[in-house]
């Protein structure tokens, strides 16, 4: 087990590209694995929206999500709001812990949720760090990650969902130190942090 990770993130990437973020399926990293970040550009940087792990590609995970993002099975905010940082839901999905929709439901609903999901989908920003370690290891740096923009003050930790389930380090683990380096300021993330 390695004592000491740096965790690189390339990006920033969008769904099939805009003006200030190339298509994140063309993207070099695109067919490893590792941690991602799904954010929104604020003036003074990004803003992490979900960290996620996958032991699939990128590639293979993101289209995994797309795929549920366009069926309603995620929370659909307002793009206007979502751009600044802030949460306006008009729909919260399959997986929300106090209002869960059915299968059915999120079918029935998820044409007339069509535009604000495109726009939505539009406004997202991705953060690739491939890395080649086991799941275990991508699950603990995933909830190191998670943990302080949960616990943030302010538009950081307001910004973050409820209900999703991470993995952190358990006491008979012994800790690994993780370096992030990113050409964009991800707010509210350590430059070094425990995992």
Known sequence: MPNEIAISFAGPFSWFGASDAPPVYGADEVQQCGIYLWTVPLPEGYLTYYVGETGSSFDVRLRQHYKELVAARYHVYSAQEFARGEKFCLWPGRYDPENIKTDEECRDNWRRLTHPIQ????????????????????????????????????????????????????????PILCVVRSASSLLGLPERFLA
């Open 119 to 174: 726009e939505m989908a539009g406004v997202l920003r991705f953060f690739l760090a491939p890395m080649s370690y086991d799941k275990r290891i991508r699950r603990r740096i995933e909830a190191a990650i998670a943990q302080p923009l949960y616990a943030a003050p302010g538009i950081i930790g307001a910004f973050q969902d409820k209900g999703i389930r991470y993995e952190p380090r358990v006491k008979a683990e012994l």
